[in-house]
């Protein structure tokens, strides 16, 4: 990013309160990333270890957990340092690279989602075809999809802000180098950067999105012509998870990018719910949800500490 008053540095402005809060601020962020990790990689593991759990659908959410493991880690980390030591220089690099691995994670997940639904629309609409169309080679090639879609265009979208002027304020009233907060520092370079970010939200955030909605209108369509109650209930299991995770996660989405600013605060708040607890609660749902995925937990843990 080029800058007319050459200013080589973010200043990261995460909290307008007292200093006498600060530690309790640290310690509250601390335990979320701690347990948002933990809770995520035992998920990774469990799906890793049993082999009942090598299926189409426990890859998704394997891959979901890292997704939601490098969220976390990918701000926090930062944002702990800068409360602990005071110091809340950040320079273009690492800002650069934090806004990178954070737009790959987002599309990561936007795409993993729709995905996911899509592996429930096979397996209540067309079952028949299941094991055919979610077999080995299909679903590692999806995969391997998902990640090399979600590098390149943050790849795309962090080149584009390099040509934008930073001439107001290097101060990012923000928890990390957000998109958004970059946005409100620049008076030159705009036009070319939001007509690449329109094409990259509507490929990337609204067609994952109509084509969850017709997957689950169909879905449901299937269920409801169910005439078995058991089978209506399985069904519905299978789907309620994903859709929570869904809900949460487009609703904290749209809530921060698409609303008007308000004040910086309310921005701050919705970009905690958006990088800190949603992927900490993730797992949860899943894990409470999910049968398989619950009994398998346990097993993991009664060997490990019995």
């Not at 169309?133 to 080149?159: K, P, Q, Y």
């Not at 957000?178 to 939200?201: H, N, P, Q």
């Not at 719910?273 to 009994?295: E, G, K, R």
């Given at each position: 990013?080029?800058?007319?008053?050459?200013?080589?540095?973010?200043?990261?402005?995460?909290f307008?309160?007292?200093?006498?809060?600060k530690?309790?601020?640290?310690?509250?962020?601390?335990?979320?990333?701690?347990?948002?990790?933990l809770?995520?990689?035992?998920?990774?593991?469990?799906?890793?270890?049993?082999?009942?759990?090598?299926?189409?659908?426990?890859?998704?959410?394997?891959n979901?957990?890292?997704?939601?493991m490098?969220?976390?880690?990918?701000?926090v980390?930062?944002l702990?340092?800068?409360?602990f030591s005071?110091?809340?220089?950040?320079?273009?690099?690492?800002?650069?690279?934090?806004?990178?691995?954070?737009?790959?994670?987002?599309i990561a997940?936007?795409?993993?989602?729709?995905?996911?639904?899509?592996?429930?629309?096979v397996?209540?609409?067309?079952?028949?075809?299941?094991?055919?169309?979610?077999n080995?080679?299909?679903?590692?090639?999806?995969?391997f999809g998902?990640w090399?879609?979600?590098?390149?265009?943050?790849?795309?979208?962090?080149?584009?802000?390099?040509n934008?002027?930073?001439?107001?304020?290097?101060?990012?009233?923000?928890?990390?180098?957000?998109?958004?907060?970059?946005?409100?520092?620049?008076?030159?370079?705009k036009t070319?950067?939001?007509?690449?970010?329109?094409?990259?939200?509507?490929?990337?955030?609204?067609?994952?999105?109509?084509?969850?909605?017709?997957?689950y209108?169909?879905?449901?369509?299937?269920?409801?012509?169910?005439?078995?109650?058991?089978?209506?209930?399985?069904a519905?299991?299978?789907?309620?998870?994903?859709?929570?995770?869904?809900?949460?996660?487009?609703?904290?989405?749209?809530?921060?990018?698409?609303?008007?600013?308000?004040?910086?605060?309310?921005?701050?708040i919705?970009?905690?719910?958006?990088?800190?607890?949603?992927?900490?609660?993730?797992?949860?749902?899943?894990?409470l949800?999910?049968?398989?995925?619950?009994?398998?937990?346990v097993?993991?843990?009664?060997?490990?500490?019995?």
């Amino acid at each position: 990013m080029k800058n007319e008053t050459s200013i080589n540095f973010f200043y990261i402005l995460p909290f307008s309160g007292e200093a006498k809060n600060k530690p309790l601020i640290s310690i509250f962020f601390c335990l979320i990333y701690l347990i948002g990790v933990l809770v995520n990689f035992s998920i990774i593991t469990v799906i890793c270890l049993e082999v009942q759990l090598h299926k189409p659908m426990y890859l998704f959410i394997c891959n979901l957990s890292i997704v939601d493991m490098f969220f976390t880690s990918i701000t926090v980390p930062k944002l702990l340092h800068i409360l602990f030591s005071g110091n809340h220089i950040v320079s273009f690099s690492q800002c650069y690279t934090q806004l990178y691995f954070f737009l790959a994670v987002g599309i990561a997940e936007e795409i993993l989602l729709f995905i996911m639904a899509y592996d429930r629309y096979v397996a209540i609409c067309i079952p028949l075809h299941y094991h055919q169309i979610m077999n080995r080679r299909n679903c590692i090639l999806i995969t391997f999809g998902i990640w090399a879609a979600a590098f390149l265009n943050s790849l795309v979208l962090v080149e584009s802000t390099l040509n934008m002027t930073s001439c107001h304020s290097n101060i990012i009233h923000q928890i990390f180098c957000d998109m958004k907060s970059l946005t409100r520092i620049i008076c030159t370079g705009k036009t070319m950067f939001f007509v690449i970010m329109g094409i990259e939200t509507l490929i990337f955030s609204l067609v994952p999105v109509l084509g969850t909605c017709i997957s689950y209108v169909k879905i449901f369509k299937i269920i409801f012509k169910m005439k078995s109650k058991e089978s209506r209930r399985k069904a519905f299991s299978t789907c309620s998870s994903h859709i929570t995770v869904m809900s949460i996660y487009y609703g904290t989405c749209l809530a921060e990018y698409l609303m008007p600013a308000y004040s910086d605060f309310l921005d701050v708040i919705f970009n905690v719910v958006y990088i800190n607890i949603i992927p900490m609660i993730n797992p949860i749902i899943y894990s409470l949800q999910n049968a398989n995925v619950q009994s398998a937990l346990v097993r993991f843990i009664k060997e490990m500490f019995f």
